[in-house]
């Protein structure tokens, strides 16, 4: 009977990277769904053998992590989550007992993503078990070294010819999102790096397998006669250029992260080889490293350098937005310090702790070790670091005792490609990414068997330990997995189709009763298809209000804060549907949702909207100025919220924070409500702050210049442009038009020394030229 696990096996890892690296939903799945019908596959194929199961190094500590995620979704009573876990307990805190009702809540912010990952980091751990399993074999061992390496070739010759044909689609027909940078199949420069970062040590040692054996006596030319007579010169030839193109497409692929990790990488590869094998050699690693050079050469230099050089201001000052998010995370590590937020949820917990002024989502921490710890807490990283820390020492043990020089090169190369992905993650998130973190388990086993697969044997074919094998137990666990990525992934696949649907039409009160019914069928089977997501259950308190069963949209409401109480506007809408007797609490949910989130500009006006309706303008007045204050994209929707409340000057002076830009802003907007001496009010005084703002900008005197002269008041015009030069005398613009005004008025001297001062500004500027020559 033919095998089915290794061509299973071996699709599992063509797939991960070559389904745009696995970082969707059906790709995931897919990947988790191969892995658990490979272990099956190699249960039963082996049920009947007297083949014995390996003992697998590390396995203690993956089953404890494991055991950690699988925990965290439990539901456990609210009490015993305060005493374990008192940050989740915070989270959860503003809704308990609403509506009188004791639920049990998990030890995660997000039990669907708790569950994702936990299927997803299992899966890999499955892998891991088999590959040291299936690799103990050398005839298996050695084949899918050979295969992976002309993977990883294939991917960086297509990677960069994409990069020069279609840089903007991938596989040339897929268009990559506005802010990604694709390379190869992913959408992210920095995970094709990591991917490459773990699999160019593999072709290299290949490359010094295959190389001609020389000795010390031999000419020069002697060697390379020998090199190109060499049977498996070829093989050589091409390993060689598989190893300069695959480094090439990393610098081509602009990954600060991965060119300097890849770099390190290979000067580990080196060190590790020179003292292994006395006779190395120097040629070969200098001709890789010119190879490489004048590959990029060929490229250009300049976009990397201009990469590098944004890292950094003129003045020095780091430009890099990862700093920020680093620091931000010591407060969110300290809340959830022992058992961590839940595996998965750094998008979910990371706004309540950002200071950033920015409305960006950071769906990761851009530092593998800081997401393990604000995820798993101490525990989750000391387990992971356990685990890294047994392969590491078991492969380094194995160098120093195996003899096999094809042994020896994998070893140094597993432990290059472990190396060089360890150092990345320490500048971002290889680890999250589908088919990066299936490789690193992947290259944990390759290493665990290049050191304890015997490819010389009579007896015994691996050095590892022999167990018993629970095949029973192996499928109770196996299958049940397997159901349950098919039943979650497929039922999330499912409801986002259904919730799609629903989605297409907008809701209004205006809508007819058996219309909103309709649509309260299409989300209740998207609630019974992804039961865990909040999203769902929140469009279901909207209809529910909509049909005026305000008691059920509130259990709603509730239901879907169960599920996501991180959420802000799960919160806010609680709290606007809380009985007037409950107004206390419907202040604290409100106030506390307006800082949960990752749309937390909405939730500003939410929260100001709410006070006023209560009757608490001062409030209202103060989130406003606050929220305007961290976040100042609000300032565009100030002006309309401010004449829709019919906000007095006094008030609007208040909310407005002291910055020019914001007061431009409002005073634009009037100025097309048609209220002309308030927006000359805000327009003027916009430039009280001038010395608040970092940078000046002419548009902040161009504005009050224009309006001006719309108005046909030339002095105060004029007075602005006189402002302005005071502030940017060297913009020549201002000069130009002060210029145009003296040689309106009959004033030529005085129009000739501006004019002269724009062209000392500007002397390649002809207009201006040609306005000073028509001066007599």
């Known amino acids: 009977m033919r095998s089915l696990s290794y061509p299973l096996f071996l699709g599992t890892l063509f797939f991960a990277p070559l389904a745009f690296g696995s970082v969707e939903t059906w790709s995931i799945a897919l990947v988790e769904i191969l892995i658990f019908l490979t272990s099956l596959a190699y249960c039963f194929e082996t049920r009947h053998t007297s083949q014995a199961f390996l003992k697998v190094p590390g396995i203690l500590p993956l089953f404890l992590l494991l055991l950690l995620m699988w925990l965290q979704v439990i539901p456990l009573p609210p009490a015993l989550v305060k005493f374990i876990a008192p940050g989740i307990y915070q989270a959860y805190a503003p809704i308990l007992g609403i509506q009188d009702t004791t639920q049990w809540i998990p030890l995660t912010v997000n039990q669907k993503s708790t569950l994702l990952e936990a299927l997803r980091i299992t899966s890999y751990v499955f892998f891991y078990v088999l590959t040291v399993q299936l690799l103990s074999r050398k005839e298996l061992l050695g084949k899918t070294i050979k295969i992976i390496a002309g993977l990883a070739t294939a991917i960086a010759f297509f990677a960069v010819l994409q990069k020069f044909t279609s840089p903007d689609l991938i596989y040339w027909f897929r268009s990559a999102p506005e802010s990604a940078s694709p390379v190869g199949p992913w959408i992210y420069r920095n995970h094709y790096a990591g991917f490459m970062e773990l699999l160019f040590p593999l072709v290299l ?47 081509i692929g602009l990954s600060r992260g991965g060119i300097i990790a890849a770099n390190l990488g290979l000067f580990f590869f080196l060190i590790l080889l020179t003292r292994k094998s006395s006779n ?8 890789f490293f010119g190879s490489v050079l004048l590959a990029v050469t060929w490229f250009g230099w300049d976009p990397i350098l201009t990469r590098f050089n944004a890292t950094t201001t003129g003045t020095g000052a780091l430009t890099d937005g990862r700093l920020l998010i680093w620091i931000d995370c010591a407060p969110l590590i300290k809340d959830f310090l022992f058992t961590g937020s839940g595996f998965g949820t750094f998008i979910n917990v990371f706004p309540q702790y950002s200071t950033i002024p920015s409305s960006l989502i950071y769906d990761h921490a851009h530092n593998d070790y800081l997401e393990l710890i604000t995820d798993g807490g101490i525990i989750g990283f000391l387990l992971a670091a356990w685990f890294v820390i047994i392969v590491f020492r078991n492969g380094f043990k194995k160098l120093s005792l195996r003899r096999e020089s094809f042994s020896i090169l994998l070893i140094i190369g597993g432990l290059t490609s472990l190396f060089s992905i360890l150092i990345h993650s320490f500048t971002d998130f290889n680890m999250h990414n589908g088919a990066n973190g299936l490789y690193f388990f992947f290259l944990c086993g390759v290493l665990i068997s290049a050191g304890n697969t ?18 029973k137990l192996s499928y109770l666990i196996a299958l049940p997995l397997l159901l349950a990525a098919i039943s979650f992934q497929g039922g999330i696949l499912k409801a986002k189709q259904q919730y799609r649907e629903a989605s297409q039409m907008y809701l209004s009160p205006q809508l007819s009763e058996a219309v909103l019914q309709k649509q ?18 929140s469009y279901k308190g909207t209809l529910f209000s909509y049909l005026e069963q305000n008691e ?11 599920k996501d109480p991180l959420e802000g506007a799960y919160l806010q809408e609680i709290g606007l549907f809380l009985p007037q007797k409950d107004n206390e609490l419907a202040s604290l949910l409100m106030t506390e949702g307006s800082k949960r989130g990752l749309n937390k500009e909405q939730f500003i006006f939410v929260l100001a909207e709410w006070y006023l309706a209560q009757d608490e303008r001062q409030q209202a007045i103060a989130v406003l ?42 005073g634009t ?17 916009a430039l009280d702050y001038l010395d608040r703002e970092e940078t000046i900008k002419p548009g902040y005197f161009m504005q009050l210049y224009s309006f001006y002269r719309k108005q046909k008041r030339t002095d105060d015009a004029i007075n602005t442009l006189k402002l302005g030069i005071q502030w940017l005398p060297d913009y020549a613009r201002f000069h130009i038009y002060l210029g145009d005004y003296y ?27 040609k306005r000073l020559q028509s001066i007599k």
Do not use: C
């Not at 190395?280 to 200098?286: F, K, M």
């Not at 015997?454 to 095949?471: F, G």
């Open 205 to 251: 040692a290949l490359f010094f397998f295959y190389r001609p054996k020389f000795s010390n006596q031999q000419s020069f030319r002697s060697k390379l006669v020998s090199i190109f007579s060499s049977p498996a010169s070829n093989i050589q030839f091409f390993l060689g250029f598989s190893v300069i193109l695959i480094l090439s497409s990393i610098f």
């Open 669 to 685: 907007f009037l100025e097309k409500a048609g209220q002309l001496e308030e927006s000359e009010y805000y327009r003027s005084h």
């Open 454 to 471: 015997r490819i010389h044997y009579r007896n015994r074919a691996t050095l590892l330990q022999k167990t018993t094998p629970k095949w």
């Open 743 to 769: 040689k309106q008025q009959n004033i030529p001297y005085r129009a000739k020394e501006e004019y002269e001062q724009a062209l000392m500004l500007e002397p390649g500027n002809e207009k201006i030229r």
């Open 280 to 287: 190395s050699g120097r040629t070969l690693p200098l001709a």
């Open 520 to 537: 309260l069928s299409k989300i209740n089977k998207a609630i019974q298809l992804d039961p865990l997501e909040g999203l769902y259950s």
């Open 552 to 562: 059920s949209a509130l259990t709603s409401y509730l239901q879907a804060a169960h």
């Open 625 to 666: 100025q606050q929220g305007a204050e961290r976040f100042p994209s609000i300032a565009k929707n100030l002006p309309s919220f401010f004449l829709f409340y019919k906000f007095s000057r006094e008030e609007i002076i208040t909310s407005l924070p002291p910055q020019t830009s914001t007061w431009i802003t409002l």
